[in-house]
């Protein structure tokens, strides 16, 4: 009983980790220049965010969470493909992918 | 059963996606230029077969001759059937996007000339079409997000579509930084919600919402980023800063639709999101984000003021028609007839948004800038084209004989009757504003002479000439029949 209420809790607590996770991916997404830290930034945030649906699926004891975390993941990759197919043009151009360096649009 | 359950229903989406398929395959065996004629008569043939369908579908969806027994079907069908919704907003926005997708791809056929890749653009625009029409239909998150992702994916790549233009490219980057990160908000609160709630769908969670108030901090937290991850989308102040950049880096066809197509099924998503599973909490979000859109409508129009290029002055103005749409979303909750308003607008708004983009193509197919001296003298040069694109201004700052005034006419009444008083007021104030940098574009238009004797506008390509006339007469047959749907 008291191990069950024990877990109950570090469940509770094993939420932190992922929102501290997604707080990480989220200060290196507004604060890095480079594009692919960027982007890995942003990896890092939808992963924090799968962690924390795994870890309800597991409380609640529904398995739709682990069915959006396999669907994430699989979106996930699709996006990084795209996301590096521009950088990649990108950096064919301007020979850098620093993000402070594009600043052709403005009005 | 299948058919019945699952094909009949997911008809207008799989014909866009069927299309999109056979293009793939056709492009492997006929390369480049070769079958140019075939390939865009599929591209056309998929949004006209999602039209047919959705005409036979609706009518028989609002009788409620599709619900049958549930307790016969395998799980999976059960599971389509909840999270795939086929009612009269969906109908009515499928019916939009389908019209859309048609008169784009007839302005990529017209003006994307030069370009090797045009059978991988039918292509894109046709997987995003179809993602559009599951994002307006979802009915649970887990569609919800695939959806808005099956939309967004192409349509960074199609705004980066000249690959060696360095602001096509810039242009790609920064949509696609900014729609990502507006992708992971929205599945953090997923998760929240998820947790909060044990469950995925919305009719479960908006069931939840009305026998219990939540106050947890969780709730609120997914209501925040749920509110960023739509206002990102759909260009909502403070999270416009991708749209002036986005719109005016993207080839010209595709910002037209972007800003139709796109637009609308962003709204199609804030009208399910808030306007169905927020709803009974609507007392609670209704003033606060009435505000948040008066402020959306200020900074689109003051901004707008100061622009010289033209795309990004469309871009701003989306941004303030934008602020006028969500004003519809949020007065869903005080009187059901927003809904009916908010589907004329996002009618009225894409096809004006559509063929201004489409005159703007026209116009930067010999230069490529759109400074505002480009359109001098157009008004007498094309006089047909140019009446259209007086219709489209007029149009859009909402002078009376034209559809824009009735479409924001009816989006503040509802507005005022669901008890905005303060931001309907405001709202109307703002049009003012907007109605000045419209005039500016029209005195170009009609009150300044070209500078050289020969036309610095070609002539239009014959299709692209109707689908702009098209969009031009929508803005009057639109004001003669207010009431559409």
Not at chain 1, 60 to 68: F, R, Y
Not at chain 2, 178 to 184: C, E, L, N, Q, R
Request: one cysteine or more; charged letters at 10%.
């Amino acid at each position: 009983m008291i191990l069950a209420e024990k877990l109950t809790s570090m469940a509770y607590w094993s939420h932190f980790v992922s929102i501290a996770l997604f707080a990480l991916g989220l200060l290196g997404f507004l604060t890095r220049r480079n594009a692919l830290i960027v982007l890995m930034s942003l990896e890092l945030m939808l992963n924090a965010v799968n962690l924390l649906l795994v870890q309800i699926a597991m409380r609640t004891g529904t398995s739709e969470g682990i069915v959006l975390v396999v669907f994430v993941i699989t979106v996930a990759a699709a996006e990084v493909a795209v996301g590096l197919g521009i950088i990649l043009n990108l950096y064919r151009m301007k020979k850098t992918v620093d993000l402070g360096s594009f600043r052709n649009l403005s009005g | 059963m299948i058919i019945n359950e699952f094909l009949v229903p997911v008809s207008p989406v799989l014909s866009l996606m069927l299309a999109a398929v056979v293009l793939i395959v056709l492009e492997t065996v006929f390369k480049g230029e070769r079958g140019q004629a075939g390939k865009l008569l599929v591209a056309l043939g998929g949004p006209l077969l999602s039209i047919l369908f959705v005409s036979l579908l609706v009518p028989v969806a609002n009788a409620g001759s599709l619900a049958t027994d549930n307790s016969q079907l395998p799980s999976w069908l059960m599971e389509f059937k909840n999270s795939y919704q086929l009612d009269r907003l969906s109908g009515a926005l499928f019916l939009a996007i389908g019209f859309f997708m048609l008169l784009t791809l007839v302005f990529v056929e017209s003006f994307l000339t030069g370009l090797k890749e045009k059978t991988e653009v039918f292509a894109l625009l046709l997987f995003a079409g179809s993602g559009m029409m599951l994002l307006v239909s979802a009915g649970n998150l887990l569609m919800l997000f695939m959806a808005l992702e099956l939309m967004s994916l192409p349509t960074y790549i199609l705004v980066g579509l000249r690959k060696n233009d360095l602001r096509s490219s810039e242009a790609a980057l920064k949509y696609f930084l900014y729609g990502s990160f507006a992708t992971v908000l929205l599945v953090f609160a997923i998760a929240l919600l998820y947790g909060q709630f044990g469950t995925l769908q919305l009719n479960a969670i908006s069931g939840l919402f009305k026998s219990q108030v939540p106050t947890g901090v969780a709730t609120l937290a997914a209501f925040g980023l749920l509110l960023a991850a739509i206002g990102f989308k759909v260009g909502m102040a403070p999270y416009h800063l991708w749209v002036p950049d986005a719109y005016q880096g993207a080839p010209t066809p595709v910002t037209g639709f972007m800003g139709s197509a796109i637009k609308l099924a962003g709204f199609g998503l804030a009208i399910r999101v808030f306007g169905q599973t927020l709803l009974p909490l609507v007392q609670e979000w209704a003033t606060p984000l009435s505000y948040f859109s008066v402020f959306t409508i200020f900074v689109g129009n003051l901004a707008a003021l100061r622009q010289t290029d033209l795309k990004r002055l469309f871009a701003y103005s989306s941004i303030s028609h934008a602020g006028y749409l969500f004003l519809g979303v949020i007065s869903l909750g005080g009187s059901p007839q927003a809904l009916e308003a908010l589907q004329y607008y996002l009618w009225v708004y894409g096809l004006l948004f559509l063929g201004t983009f489409g005159l703007l193509s026209l116009v930067e197919m010999h230069k490529k800038n759109l400074e505002f001296d480009r359109l001098n003298g157009l008004g007498f040069q094309r006089p047909v084209l140019g009446f259209c694109f007086l219709l489209f201004l007029l149009s859009a700052a909402g002078i009376p004989p034209t559809a824009g005034f009735f479409s924001k006419y009816f989006i503040l009444i509802q507005a005022f009757q669901s008890g905005q008083r303060l931001s309907v007021v405001l709202a109307a104030m703002s049009s003012l504003i907007g109605v000045f940098y419209y005039l500016r574009v029209i005195s170009h238009l009609y009150m300044k002479s070209a500078g050289t004797a020969e036309a610095s506008v070609p002539r239009a390509p014959k299709a692209a000439f109707l689908g702009i006339l098209l969009c031009g007469l929508a803005m009057i047959y639109f004001s003669f029949v207010p009431v559409f749907f």
